[in-house]
């Protein structure tokens, strides 16, 4: 697609139930990311990807996170067990990034509104 | 770890008028990047301008720019001819360029910027 979809646009649930986030890159990049965002802050990073291998996840909260990106491309942000703290923005983004493409921008999905009840 | 700070959580200017948003950071890194992004209503991430940090001359984008000072840390937006659809929330970002593949991107706050008519 044109640029970072992302979906669902919205989620609310109740406490206590599993979410699952999804994000599809810019076809053919190599980087993807996951941020979360709080009413009136900045994007915090939580975790990323080059291909299908996790390179950082220290900033997922706690072990109720996890992400995939199984094949390289679509990238699932799963949040076990839900809590009321987990309200945020969540967004995505990907890079062109690889050995030999420099300094590439991080483009950015319209983001998941998740609000726990 | 980087910190960025910014200082104005608002600032409003005339529209045609010229406005500066501050940022500072912190970072023991010799070489990296800078970024502005601004975030419209509707929610979007859109990247403005960036900065490597190696690079002494000014990054300019039409009517944004930069004054990048290194010794200082401070990295701040110029948007000149002020026009109402700047109105929206900046965010300063700050890129390691150390590491190769990582890549994550640390923000700032924000500064809400209102446009007057």
């Known amino acids: 697609g044109a640029g970072v979809s992302q979906s669902p646009r919205y989620k609310v649930t109740k406490r206590g139930q599993d979410v699952a986030l999804r994000c599809d890159p810019i076809?053919?990049?190599?980087?993807l990311y996951w941020y979360r965002q709080a009413l009136g802050q900045g994007p915090e990073f939580l975790t990323y990807?080059?291909?299908?291998?996790?390179?950082?996840k220290s900033g997922l909260p706690n072990d109720r996170f996890s992400a995939e990106r199984p094949e390289g491309s679509i990238s699932t942000l799963t949040i076990q067990r839900t809590e009321q703290r987990d309200s945020a923005m969540y967004r995505c983004?990907?890079?062109?990034?690889?050995?030999?493409?420099?300094?590439?921008?991080?483009?950015f999905g319209d983001g998941t509104r998740l609000s726990i009840l | 770890a980087q910190t960025v700070t910014q200082s104005q959580p608002e600032m409003s200017v005339q529209e045609a008028e010229t406005v500066t948003l501050s940022c500072t950071y912190d970072?023991?890194?010799?070489?990296?990047?800078l970024f502005w992004y601004k975030q419209p209503p509707s929610r979007q991430m859109i990247l403005v301008i960036r900065q490597e940090a190696y690079k002494q001359q000014n990054a300019t984008e039409n009517r944004f720019s930069v004054n990048f000072q290194k010794a200082a840390k401070s990295f701040s937006l110029k948007i000149s001819d002020s026009q109402l659809g700047d109105a929206a929330m900046y965010f300063c970002?700050?890129?390691?360029?150390?590491?190769?593949?990582?890549?994550?991107?640390?923000f700032g706050t924000g500064t809400r910027l209102t446009i007057i008519p």
């Open positions: 990807f080059n291909y299908e291998a996790q390179q950082d």
């Open positions: 076809s053919g990049h190599v980087s």
């Open positions: 983004a990907s890079s062109r990034n690889g050995r030999g493409f420099g300094n590439q921008p991080q483009h």
């Open positions: 970072t023991s890194e010799s070489d990296y990047y």
């Open positions: 970002a700050y890129r390691s360029r150390t590491n190769f593949g990582n890549e994550k991107l640390t």
